[in-house]
């Protein structure tokens, strides 16, 4: 049915929480704000940075852009490795692989991250392209990930599907005129997914195989 698969990567290949809301919480003390609860901070897993930083704490762009200068302090040397594959991910990716698919990663982490985090878990190996956002901020929308992942795989979208966890992963896909595929079992809720308007929900990483 499809031909190309792309995987968002944080909360669809990896958990990322700890080393994200480690990260996080370091961007934040350098305002003075502290943070009480970390699990309040999984609504920064999935979109860009730059979108959570205005959004949910009222920065402007100059405070944002110094907010992500922070941010990447803790996370180029030890956020990034703060992360775990999802158990059951290795062997649905090695089906997928026998079953003819071209599996690709698209993400709205920096692609030099991505690339590092997929070959620090072994994970690299599964995919012909990691496809990520910019550290220029010139491609950061997952709809620009996923194009740009589109182009330089040779991928054609009408026999191509998204992975994703949030609602960002579904209206990127449905941008580029993607089948999406929303999963449970990450951050965001069957609500978020159907509500961006997911074709399919993916409880669990083995239910997947049935799907695609």
Known sequence: MFETLLFD????????????????????????IAVEDRRTLTK???PPLFDSFTHFYGMDEAAARQAIAYYREYFETTGLFENAVYPDIPPVLEELRRRGKRLVVATSKPEK?????????????????????TLDDTRIK??????????????????????GDREHDIFGAKAN?????GV?????SREELLRAGADAIAATPHALLNIL
């Open 177 to 181: 005129g993607l089948y999406s595929v």
């Open 9 to 32: 990567l944080d909360g669809t290949l990896t958990d990322p929480f700890e080393g994200i809301t480690n990260s996080v919480v370091h961007a934040l003390e350098k305002f003075g």
């Open 184 to 188: 449970l079992y990450g951050f965001g």
């Open 44 to 46: 920064f897993i999935g």
């Open 113 to 133: 991250f991505a690339v590092q985090i997929m070959k620090h878990f072994s994970l690299d190996g599964y995919f012909s392209l990691i496809a990520g956002a």
């Open 142 to 163: 997952k709809a620009d990930v996923i194009a740009y992942a589109l182009t330089e795989s040779g991928a054609d979208g009408r026999s191509s599907a998204m992975i």
